[in-house]
């Protein structure tokens, strides 16, 4: 079982907080759709001895390249290797989501939008510099849902510099109140190299306390739950049905093939990422040498220990402490203990899982019991 990631580096316009690895110079599209098609046709073959069962396509906005051009790269996955496809999923925006576009993206076959939305309120999304207009999200939504997608996601962001106290009640309420199935949310954080991290460093905007984002956290548990969400992982919620199966698999450790610039590769005990260079990607594409850009790493038995935790402990269910030995040969050490007696971690049916309310600590919490 296998997951594929198609990457795809391009947005209409940047965003002020985001630091993914994009470009809006729109113009090398058509080199880049043949230089994915190209990484597919010379990787797969190598994955023969796998079945995928989950595409996604992610980026940047994937949605920019159209139609046509996501078919063209999904029927060479789809003719390059063994599919039982459960799950194929397309990160959009909503102003490239027409009816005709949708239309197409459901005749060919995709499962699952996740519409990039972040917030319905007007003002947030004018600083945000989002492309999308107040509600054009919610047309877009209603459109798909027409449309036959039963399995809509919608990404929101907190703890944000900007917008009036009640704005984050409100915009949960709206998501809830639309036809999806699936909640990421996640806590904006400062980076450096963005808009936002420029405004920062020149005083011109200050962080929200942490004590309003840790608020804006219950808010989300309290009001997601009493709307039929389940908290399944640490950002993300879903209607029954409704998980992610692509992003749940990688928190199960299962294999992944990631194309494209930026993207990240897993299997076996390996772990390989492409340069994080359009430019070095279409020209590494183009003489077929895409290997000689690739970096890659071993990981050992502290490294599979360790990842086996990062992502276990994001998930409701936690860890499964005979899977991490049996895949690692290394057991949970004393610290264990000492989170469960500080309220960090707990056991539910022989599972290891940090609670609910510890997770906004997620992450220290998880360094403490790391090797
Ligand atoms: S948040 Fe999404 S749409 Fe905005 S710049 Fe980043 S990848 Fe592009």
């Known amino acids: 079982m296998a997951g594929l990631y198609v990457h795809v580096p391009f947005c209409a316009q940047a965003c002020s907080y985001c630091d993914f690895h994009f470009t809006t110079q729109l113009s090398d599209r058509d080199a880049m759709v043949n230089a994915l098609v190209a990484e597919l046709e010379s990787m797969l073959p190598e994955w023969r001895d796998q079945t995928f069962h989950t595409l996604y396509f992610g980026g940047g ?45 459901r005749k060919m ?143 199960e450790g299962t294999p992944y093939l990631g194309i494209g610039p930026g993207a990240h590769s897993y299997k076996g005990h390996t772990r390989w990422w492409n340069a994080r260079s359009n430019a070095q990607y279409l020209k590494h594409a183009a003489k077929g040498t895409l290997k000689e850009q690739r970096e890659t790493e071993h990981l050992d038995a502290a490294a599979r220990f360790n990842e086996s935790l990062i992502t276990g402990l994001r998930r409701t269910e936690g860890i499964d402490p005979s899977v991490v030995l049996s895949r690692t040969g290394l057991a949970l050490n004393q610290g264990v203990n000492d989170a469960i007696i500080r309220g960090d971690c707990e056991w539910v049916n022989g599972r290891l899982r940090i609670p609910e309310s510890r997770w906004p600590m997620g992450d220290s919490i998880t360094l403490g019991l790391m090797r």
């Open 61 to 105: 906005t994937p949605s920019v390249l159209g139609p046509e051009a996501i078919e063209r790269i999904a029927q060479t996955a789809f003719k390059n290797a063994h599919w039982e496809l459960e799950e194929w999923t397309l990160e959009a925006n909503p102003e490239d989501l027409g009816p005709a576009v949708l239309q197409h993206y």
């Open 109 to 251: 076959g995709i499962h699952r939008l996740s519409i990039g939305v972040q917030s319905f309120d007007p003002d947030v999304l004018v600083w945000m510099k989002r492309i999308h207009g107040v509600g054009r999200a919610e047309t877009a939504i209603e459109d798909a849902a027409q449309c036959g997608f039963d399995h809509l996601s919608v990404d929101l962001m907190y703890g944000l510099p900007v917008g009036f106290e009640k704005r984050w009640i409100q915009d949960i309420e709206k998501a809830c109140e639309l036809p999806v199935d699936h909640l990421s949310c996640y806590i904006l954080t400062a980076e450096p190299r963005t808009l936002y991290g420029h405004q920062l460093s020149k005083g011109e905007r200050k962080e929200p306390e942490e004590e309003r984002v840790v608020s804006e956290y219950s808010t989300l548990c309290e009001l997601s739950r009493k709307a039929g969400f389940e908290h399944y992982e640490v950002s993300n919620f879903a209607r029954p049905g409704g998980r992610s199966r692509h992003n749940s698999s990688y928190w």
